[in-house]
RNA sequence: ACCCCUGUGACGAAAUCGGUAAACGUAACUUGCUUAAACCAAGUGUGUUGCAGGUUCGAAUCCUGUCAGGGGUACCA
């Protein structure tokens, strides 16, 4: 028998046999409860990380457990293959995308295998291979019947490296795209747009279904979408237009003493004087050069040009003068807004910039508010003034406060309406890149817009192209491509040459893996709404809106379509944090050093001398402190590398890679590996049971079924496998020092422990599972049931305490009640010495837990 | 500026409902095993829970203020 734990020997050897087991595939049972575990799926970059582990792991083991616990399990993975690496690389090295592409997904699956995760590779995905974007360009056809998807010209955001336009989750508070870093530029391009703010409230209201989401990725989109109750107010200009603008202060209306507008609004030609053209047209000129970003950065001074126009306040007819300026957005609101110096920062230093006048309609209950003399806008509670009707009410957005009064009187004078704006924008599609999903849309001179028959879906991606240099799309230059005969009416027309987001991919993938080898349909509707619900989902942070918020879009407009019968696609999230490692740096400098160039007893940069600052921060070759996945399982092995993932920190926290705790982890399966070979080892079989147990037997008995019922527990909820991993090591320590090694209790003691491993170390649980002189798996084995019985104890320790500090502890029977508990507590010595003479005014008793005496 | 999260031994962390703070593991040290070291085994030490108040019989846990680190949003009308 081996006596020595070699991961490297069982690993591969029960990874073989699970594959030609078929352990993992999902089963098609359906008395069993359903469950739907997933992580993210990997762009393949060609090389597995340490983030990629981690989320992996986790997964694996909520999968493993679930299938002991009895439920059909579908744990599926596959591949976010579009992108502009691939593209890159085409360019940088010549290979074609696709063949870089299922390359780097050659060996990622292959990495993949190696960590033992338990998928059902028959449902792997790929989101490039034209079996799977047949089905993302009907999805997109969908939208388009839905009204949902639509083509416009609008300033968008355009990423100067990679040549393509962005949408705006996909740029980052400093105007930095999310994948070049570049600072993205302005441009007014006609594209393809997903109406994602049709689905605004929607999508924050239905944040309250989502009870087993983190509540700061709650937050984090809650935020994004940006709602605001306020209301719409339609003004007039002089030459009888309606100017309507929305405010969340109505009830200020009769404090507006100006306008503006964006530079973009379309009323602006009209309104602008002769007199003001030349000034209007070069501000507008200017503005356009802008990006969004840096229009709306903060202390910025305030610029602006008036179009010579008036416009008529709805409330008093008082004629306010139009301005435009570039910090009035037209993607928000209604691209006006009214200007209440008085009472709102921005327009206060507007006003004040341009001498514009100031009134004051609200006035604080301490003080008088002088519009002379004021400094900065009064923007807290107050009682109305100068407003009409509103004169004397409480100044406020609660009920019965003036911005209700001043709702009212809108809507009852016909001059506005309650209204709420987003801040979320539609979502921009397309893209001018080769490596994406084509547009199924063809251009005709006649018939305009025509999508792409569902007959002749997919819509291929031309193989043979050529990639010069980073310009514009070569799909644009395949002339013999892009020339086709509209499907309506037969003339001459064009190819859509743009290519979907890659988002849009990852947008449904969970849809299809219930289905993934359907050919005639994107997933037969029955089989997705049965495994649907995601019940776990598993993955990073840096999703929080992206992804996440894309998904819950796409699956509220498939359930309107008819196509699926859920809201919302994940029920659980875990959010996992960051793995990091420790990083050199000279913090006079801010340069990185490879520890490979240090002394790490006393790292100093090589180059001044300068002592290094020790940092932990997330791997990366800039700062040269990966670690390479590969090496750490060819030295210990995937149940090491998972155990340590799993017991280093819980799974939402960041994560610091540490040499010395991988070791750690190693020597625990070495541990484990040792006790259970010497109890397999041993030829006298475990005695049975005959008569009471002894105490030895009893206590051991306790540790086994306390360790069940812990991990059992830490494996619900919140998912606490660091805890899940000590309580095996306790299990372990109790059965190394348990003096019973020969009772049929130690032997449960072993098979349990075994058990309880596998979905964390599931080869070495399986190796030593047949070295048990079991035949079947240890994975295909009911997860443990904690013994109440087991778990009931003859005497516990009640802490004493005296004034609320605890002096100690006594051994009082179990069964007590709080009578007794106190009977125990006074008589024993321990009190006596602390209360002799003294008069207790009062004795707390907490039963099962302790005794405390309030002394004089 | 606003919102959110996190501060516990040398280090990572654990502590249902407020009830013995530091489980579990790293690192360090001692001893045994060994020719020696590693491995392995046995053992040892480290604490006013970031700070200041408050509530309570009792606070790591609840409240107020404050400091530090991290994240999100940011002229959004």
Redesign the pocket.
């Known amino acids: 028998m081996e006596s020595r734990y070699n991961p490297a020997a069982i690993e591969e050897k029960w990874q073989q046999l699970w594959v030609e087991q078929g352990v993992d595939l999902t089963p098609e049972i359906t008395d069993k409860p359903k469950f739907y575990a997933l992580s993210m799926f990997p762009y393949p970059s060609g090389n597995l990380h340490m983030g990629h582990v981690r989320n992996y792991t986790i997964t694996d083991v909520i999968a493993r457990v679930r299938r002991m616990q009895g439920h059909r399990v579908l744990h599926p993975m596959g591949w976010d293959a579009f992108g502009l690496p691939a593209e890159n690389a085409a360019i940088d090295r010549g290979v074609h995308p696709a063949k870089w592409t299922y390359q780097n997904i050659n060996q990622m699956r292959t990495q993949l295998q190696r960590l033992g995760l338990s998928y059902d590779w028959n449902r792997e995905v790929t989101t490039c291979s034209p079996d799977y974007y047949h089905w993302t360009q009907w999805i997109f056809l969908e939208f388009l019947k839905a009204g949902l998807a639509y083509q416009r010209e609008a300033a968008v955001n355009w990423d100067p490296i990679d040549q393509t336009v962005l949408a705006?989750?996909q740029v980052?508070?400093?105007g930095r795209s999310w994948r070049s870093g570049a600072k993205v530029e302005r441009r007014l391009l006609k594209q393809w747009f997903f109406k994602i703010t049709a689905y605004a409230e929607q999508l924050l209201k239905d944040l309250d279904q989502l009870d087993g989401w983190p509540?700061?990725v709650k937050?984090?989109q809650e935020?994004?979408i940006?709602k605001?109750t306020?209301a719409e107010v339609v003004f007039k200009t002089e030459g009888g237009d309606h100017l309507p603008?929305?405010?969340?202060?109505?009830d200020t209306l009769w404090g507006a003493t100006f306008m503006?507008l964006?530079p973009e609004h379309p009323l602006v030609e009209k309104l602008t004087t002769p007199e003001q053209a030349a000034a209007i047209q070069t501000y507008q000129k200017a503005a356009a050069a802008k990006s969004?970003?840096d229009?709306?950065?903060?202390?910025?001074?305030?610029?602006g040009v008036w179009t010579g126009s008036y416009a008529i306040n709805p409330v008093n007819d008082a004629a306010i003068p139009v301005w435009i300026?570039?910090?009035?957005?037209?993607?928000?609101?209604?691209?006006?807004?009214?200007?209440?110096p008085a009472h709102?920062?921005?327009?206060f230093?507007?006003a004040k910039t341009f001498d514009l006048p100031i009134n004051v309609v609200v006035q604080p209950a301490d003080r008088e508010i002088d519009a002379a003399t004021m400094k900065v806008a009064y923007a807290d509670e107050g009682v109305m003034v100068h407003s009409g009707p509103l004169d004397g009410i409480p100044a406020g957005k609660g009920a019965g406060q003036s911005v209700e009064a001043a709702v009212k009187w809108l809507e009852q004078n016909g001059k506005g309406k309650g209204m709420a704006?987003?801040?979320l924008r539609d979502w921009l599609i397309s893209r001018q890149r080769y490596w994406g999903c084509p547009i199924p849309v063809i251009h005709c001179p006649s018939c305009g817009i025509v999508p792409v028959p569902e007959d002749q879906l997919p819509v291929q991606l031309p193989e043979d192209v050529e990639f010069s240099g980073r310009g514009p799309s070569p799909l644009a230059k395949l002339t013999d491509w892009i020339n086709v005969s509209c499907p309506t009416c037969g003339e001459p027309a064009r190819r859509e040459t743009d290519t979907m987001d890659t988002f849009m991919c990852s947008s449904w993938y969970y849809l299809r893996y219930p289905d993934a080898c359907n050919d005639h349909q994107a997933f037969d509707p029955a089989k997705t709404n049965d495994w649907m619900p995601v019940d776990q989902y598993v993955g990073g942070?840096?999703h929080?809106?992206l992804h996440l918020l894309y998904s819950r879009f796409f699956t509220k407009v498939l359930r309107d379509r008819g196509i699926l019968n859920f809201d919302e696609p994940f029920k659980r999230l875990l959010t996992q944090g960051m793995v990091q490692a420790a990083a050199y740096k000279n913090p006079k400098t801010g340069k990185y050093f490879a520890p490979s160039l240090l002394d790490l007893a006393d790292p100093r940069d090589p180059e001044t001398g300068d002592p290094l600052e020790t940092v932990?921060e997330k791997m990366s070759k800039s700062k040269y402190n990966g670690i390479d996945p590969e090496q750490v399982l060819a030295k210990y092995g995937a149940d090491t590398a998972r155990m340590f993932i799993l017991?280093?920190?819980?799974p939402e926290?960041?994560?610091?890679w540490?040499d010395?705790?991988v070791?750690?982890?190693?020597?625990?399966l070495?541990?484990v590996w040792?006790l259970v070979t010497e109890f397999a080892d041993r030829s006298t079989a475990a005695s049975a049971a005959n008569g009471a147990l002894s105490k030895a037997e009893k206590d051991l008995r306790y540790a086994i079924h306390n360790a069940i019922l812990q991990i059992t527990?830490?494996l619900e909820g919140d998912y606490?496998f660091?805890?899940a991993?000590?309580?095996?090591?306790?299990l372990?320590?109790a059965l190394?020092?348990a003096p019973c090694k020969k009772s049929f209790i130690y032997q449960e003691g072993v098979e349990t422990l075994v058990k309880l491993l596998a979905p964390f170390a599931p080869h070495i649980a399986e190796e030593l599972w047949h070295l048990l002189n079991h035949s079947d798996s240890v994975h295909q084995q009911p997860w443990p049931q904690a013994d109440p019985t087991a778990l009931v104890v003859d005497e516990?320790?009640l802490?004493i305490?005296i004034?609320?500090?605890?002096r100690?502890?006594i051994q009082v029977p179990a069964a007590a009640d709080k009578q007794q508990l106190e009977q125990y507590a006074r008589e024993s010595d321990l009190a006596q010495k602390y209360i002799a003479g003294k008069e207790i005014k009062?004795v707390?008793v907490?039963p099962?837990?302790?005794v405390?005496f309030?002394v004089e």
């Open positions: 705006n989750e980052d508070s400093e509540e700061r937050l984090m935020n994004w940006g605001s306020g603008v929305f405010t969340t202060r109505p503006v964006s969004e970003i229009r709306t950065a903060e202390d910025r001074e305030k610029t300026a570039d910090y009035v957005l037209m993607g928000y609101g209604t691209g006006a807004i009214m200007a209440v709102d920062q921005r327009d230093e507007f704006t987003y801040r942070i840096e929080a809106i932990f017991f280093k920190a819980p926290k960041d994560l610091e540490d010395a705790d070791e750690g982890q190693f020597r625990f070495n541990r040792r527990e830490d606490q660091n805890t991993v000590s309580e095996l090591m306790k372990s320590n190394t020092e516990i320790p802490v305490q004034m609320g500090k605890t100690g502890t009062k707390i907490v099962g837990k302790l405390n309030v």
